[in-house]
């Protein structure tokens, strides 16, 4: 499994422009499932977002994938309520999970969709990595921590992904993502590299890129 260094700012130049030239790379929907059995056939390494409702997982695959609205992005809480996948290049999916927490539909559905990403996460043969988004402007939630022990207990890698950098400051920045960083290092499957992004801004995002790149396959072949 690629490595990286504990600091994210130390990617190198070449890793940096793999992550850019691999989300170059046209990126089209490939498939949408809200059941384990009509899933695309796992032929790729897959990278999914899972996140609390309006944490900005849709908004922040648009803004990684180069695209304004591949992922269907919304005000109202719980809008993705299925598995969809998206291609990049031939060389790598991006899943989009249902989010989790609160959500305007109900209970009964809730717990469909959470029973779908779990399933997912645990029985998902080409899933390289979960990119496990939290709101920066509010650290971890119940939810978070949940998903996070989930993970660990499945021994599936995850890394922490902060969203909306750019509704918070500097300062407020810098606490969250050291807070996170502590609490990271004590997880079992968690990757110690913490990102704080901004799909608004574009903050974060080229070094997220790099790390997804990593699991890409090379042209022309898995």
Excluded at 71 to 97: E, H, I, K, M, Y
């Amino acid at each position: 499994m690629p490595e990286f260094p504990d600091d994210p700012k130390a990617l190198t130049a070449a890793e940096l422009e793999a992550g850019r030239k691999l989300f170059q790379a046209e990126a089209t929907f490939l498939w949408e499932s809200k059941a384990l059995d009509n899933l695309p056939a796992p032929t790729l390494p897959e990278i999914a977002f899972a996140g609390r409702s309006n944490v900005g997982k849709s908004s922040l695959i648009n803004a990684l994938l180069g695209r304004k609205d591949l992922a269907r992005a919304s005000n109202t809480p719980g809008r993705t309520q299925s598995l969809v996948f998206f291609d990049l290049g031939g060389r790598l999916r991006v899943v989009d999970l249902p989010g989790y927490g609160y959500a305007k539909v109900s209970r009964s559905k809730v717990r469909d969709w959470t029973k779908l990403t779990r399933d997912f996460l645990r029985g998902r043969s080409k899933l390289a990595r979960l990119c496990l988004l939290v709101d920066g402007r509010h650290g971890f939630k119940p939810g978070d921590l949940e998903m996070m022990s989930l993970l660990d207990d499945a021994a599936l890698s995850y890394q922490i992904v902060l969203t909306k950098r750019d509704k918070i400051t500097a300062a407020e920045a810098d606490r969250v993502l050291a807070e996170t960083e502590r609490a990271a290092a004590k997880r079992r499957a968690a990757h110690p590299v913490v990102l704080m992004t901004s799909a608004a801004k574009g903050d974060g995002m080229a070094e997220l890129r790099a790390h997804l790149a990593a699991f890409a396959t090379d042209v022309g072949g898995a």
